[in-house]
């Protein structure tokens, strides 16, 4: 089974930075297109930027030109670099498979993300 592992949250100023990270084990991390996700205070869960195997990236509109997905195969980690953060920014982050073999994992915890005014 896929075990994710997300850190690098807290509590950040509105226009201000941070930096996440997944670390993935228990599957072959190349076969998967990986997803970083975002669930606010009373909202559903929701994809906000994705990765492919080779690199390729994709993102929703509102995070466009202000994150910056990224992933490191020989160590099995995923990155979601943030930048230029606003206060609907905050919310659990989470990062699972979006493609591949078995996708999506069990969600893991998750890392809380507060921006503040």
Do not use: H
Not at 7 to 17: D, E, W
Not at 31 to 40: D, I, N, P
Not at 50 to 70: E, H, K, L, P
């Amino acid at each position: 089974q896929a075990q994710v592992l997300e850190s690098g949250g807290g509590l950040v100023q509105a226009g201000g930075s941070l930096k996440l990270s997944c670390e993935v084990s228990g599957r072959i991390f190349t076969l998967y297109t990986m997803g970083w996700y975002r669930q606010a205070p009373g909202k559903q869960r929701e994809l906000v930027a994705g990765v492919s195997s080779v690199g390729d990236t994709n993102y929703v509109d509102f995070v466009q030109g202000r994150f910056t997905i990224s992933r490191d195969n020989g160590k099995k980690t995923v990155y979601l670099q943030m930048d230029s953060l606003k206060l609907e920014d905050t919310g659990v982050y989470y990062c699972n498979a979006l493609r591949g073999p078995g996708a999506t994992w069990k969600w893991g915890q998750g890392t809380q993300v507060t921006v503040s005014s």
